[in-house]
T-cell receptor, first 111, second 112 residues
Framework: EPEVTQTPSHQVTQMGQEVILRCVPI?????FYWYRQILGQKVEFLVS????????KSEIFDDQFSVERPDGSNFTLKIRSTKLEDSAMYFC?????????FGPGTRLTVL | QKEVEQNSGPLSVPEGAIASLNCTYS??????FFWYRQYSGKSPELIMSIYSNGDKEDGRFTAQLNKASQYVSLLIRDSQPSDSATYLC????????????FGTGTRLTIIP
């Protein structure tokens, strides 16, 4: 049973549009992460979020990306102006630096 | 650039045999090592973690770590068709850094 749910499961958008991907924890976790996996490629770290603040972000996580926890529950990843190369599976992870567990993922398709 | 290398496969193993998956990493001071299993179209599932040199066994799975050689492996005994999946190696550097660096994964096929 996953500890987080992700919505939507599949998002199709036009290039240049904003998307918001949501991660809803079932249990009360302090650590959250966003990773992505472009089809056929390796899983890549985007950002880590601890105690409602960004603790680390990768070079992929540029100004087009943002994360927040608007209501203390949902954990969102926003892409402001999507590009074709943003098409990927986006995974929310929970856990600690010792163990990280994947949510079911959101497939983002940018047309 | 910190790298994690895996043989992409595919690796084909007869049912009942031992599957051996290998992973090398470039950051000598890495401290935590993980194996994830990913079925096609699904999210990765954590199956093993290892932090100390030596072997760690969990059911049919054994993780082996050799920090001197910067090498971590996963052995699957009595391989089953349900073990057919892509196995991802992930490494966490020291210092409380939460970022996992993943390899490209090895695709394993168990032949009935």
């Amino acid at each position: 049973e996953p500890e987080v749910t992700q919505t939507p499961s599949h998002q199709v958008t036009q290039m240049g549009q904003e998307v918001i991907l949501r991660c809803v924890p079932i249990s009360n976790h302090l650590y959250f992460y966003w990773y992505r996996q472009i089809l056929g490629q390796k899983v890549e770290f985007l950002v880590s979020f601890y105690n409602n603040e960004i603790s680390e972000k990768s070079e992929i996580f540029d100004d087009q990306f943002s994360v927040e926890r608007p209501d203390g529950s949902n954990f969102t990843l926003k892409i402001r102006s999507t590009k074709l190369e943003d098409s990927a599976m986006y995974f929310c992870l929970w856990g600690t630096y010792n163990e990280q567990f994947f949510g079911p993922g959101t497939r983002l398709t940018v047309l | 650039q910190k790298e994690v290398e895996q043989n992409s496969g595919p690796l084909s193993v007869p049912e009942g045999a031992i599957a051996s998956l290998n992973c090398t990493y470039s950051d000598r001071v890495s401290q935590s090592f993980f194996w994830y299993r990913q079925y096609s179209g699904k999210s990765p599932e954590l199956i093993m973690s290892i932090y100390s040199n030596g072997d760690k066994e969990d059911g049919r799975f054994t993780a082996q770590l050799n920090k001197a050689s910067q090498y971590v492996s996963l052995l699957i005994r009595d391989s089953q068709p349900s073990d057919s999946a892509t196995y991802l190696c992930a490494v966490n550097p020291p210092g409380g850094n939460e970022k996992l660096t993943f390899g490209t994964g090895t695709r394993l096929t168990i032949i009935p």
